[in-house]
C-alpha cells in the first residue's frame, strides 16, 4: 500500500549509510528527499510531508546518536519513530466490550467495513452486532443484512423506517446482549449540511466509544477536507482503511489520520468479512523498515519454537534479551524455521532478513537461500561449543579449518558470521527501542 515504495527506497538510502559512524548533511538531505518522493507519489498532503521531513531532518542532524550506533541505526530509529507517530503509535481499538460509529461518504465501504468488524471481534471471543441506520441508499438494509449473516453476527436494521436516529435508539436496545455495537450510518456523494447533522444526531444518541472514519484507499487531496469536517462535528477516533487489495496507495488516509490526530485502526482488503486486519503500528513500521514484522513472527515462529525447545531444554530464549545473541540462538532460529514451511513467506519477516531483501530476489533465488541455509547447518554443526557462543574468537584459522570441516569454503563461513552480526545488531536496536516487541515475542516464545 501507501508505503510499499517508500520501504523500498528508504531501505537502499538507508543502505548507503553502511559502515557510516557520522552523518553529514549531505547524507540526511539525500534520505530525506527520497521520504518526500515517495510519501508525496503516494498522494499523502503536502504539508504533511514537509512537517514529517522537517522532523526528521532536524532530529538526524541535532540528535546525538547514542555511543557505539552506526549512523544507519541512527536514522533508522528515527524515521521509525516519526512513522510510527504519523500512523498512530497506540492501537486505536481496545479489545473490550464498546460500542463504535462508522462515518464516512457512500461507497468509501462503511457497510463492508461493519460487518468485517464484527466478524473481527467474533473471533477474539467477543458478541459484536451490526446496527444499520442507513435509510438514504437503497439496498443499504438488504446488503447489511446479508454481510451481517456471512460473519453470522447480530443484526439490527428496520427497512420500513425512515428515521436514522429511531432505528440507532432502537438499535441499541435490541442488541443490548451484545458486547461490541457497530453503527453503521448513511453517507452522501459529498459532503453536505444534512449528512452532517444527521450523524451527530445519531452520535448524540448511541453515544459511542469511539467513532471511525472509513475511507477509500483511493481517496487522495480530498481526505484532508472530509477528515477536518467529521472530526469537528463527531471527533473521529480511528481510520478504517479500505480497498488496499486495489492499485491505490492510501496516501490520503494518512493525510486523515494526521488531520484527526487519530490512528488507523483496520485495512480492509476485499469484499468478503474476512478481509480485514487489525492496524499493528509498530509491526507495520518495521516491516517497511525492513526490521522484520516481529508480532506477526512471533505468532507463527511461536509454535515451531516451542516444538524446537522441547528437543533441547538447555537453551533459553531469554538468553537473546540479555544481549546474547549467539549462534546456537541463531541455529535454533534456523531450525524452527525449517518447522515453519514456505520459506519465502517467512523471510520476509525475520529482522535483518525481511523486507527489501525479498523483493531484489528473483523468484528462484529461494533454492539457492534454502541452499545456503544447509550449508550454514553444516558450518555451525562444525563448530566448537565456545565458537558458537562467542563467534569474535573465530578468525583466519579457524575459519578455514571450519570450512574444510564442514564440507563449504572460507566464503560461506564468513557471510554466516555477518549474517549473525547482522541479526545481532537488530535485536539490540529493538532492545534500544524500548517498544518491547522484542521482550513479548521472546517471552511468548520462552512461555
Ligand atoms: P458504503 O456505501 O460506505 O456502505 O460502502 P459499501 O460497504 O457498500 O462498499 C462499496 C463497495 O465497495 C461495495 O461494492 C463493496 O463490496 C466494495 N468494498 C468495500 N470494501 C472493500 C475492500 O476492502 N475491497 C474491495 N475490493 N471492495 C470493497
Redesign the pocket.
Known sequence: MVLDDLGTSLRSSLDTLQGKTRLDEDDVEEIVKEIQRSLLSADVDVSLVMDLSDSIETRALEEEPPGGTTARDHVLKIVYEEMVELVGDSTALPLEPQTIL?A???????????A?MAWWFSTKGLRPAVIQT?TF?PG?YD??EQ?ADRAEVDFYGDPDADDPVEIAREGMEATADADVRIV?TA?RHALEDDLIAEIEEIEREVDPDRSLL?L??AIGQGAKEQARQFEESIGIDGVVI?????TAKGGGALTAVNETGSSIAFL????TVQ??ERFEPSGFISRLLGMGDLKQLSERVERAMQETQEEDDDWDPEDMLEGNFTLKDMKKQMDAMNRMGPLDQVMDMIPGLGGGMMDQLPDDAMDVTQDRMRKFERIMDSMTDEELENPRVVGQERTRRIARGSGTDEETVRQLLEQHSMMERTIEQFQGMGEGDMQRMMKKMGG
Request: glycine residues 20%; proline residues 0%.
Open positions: 462508522l464516512g461518504l457512500q461507497g468509501s465501504g462503511k457497510t463492508t467495513s461493519a468485517k442507513d441508499r443499504a446488503q447489511a454481510m453503521d453517507g472509513v477509500d484507499a479500505t480497498k488496499l487489495d486495489g480492509g482488503s476485499g469484499e478481509d480485514i
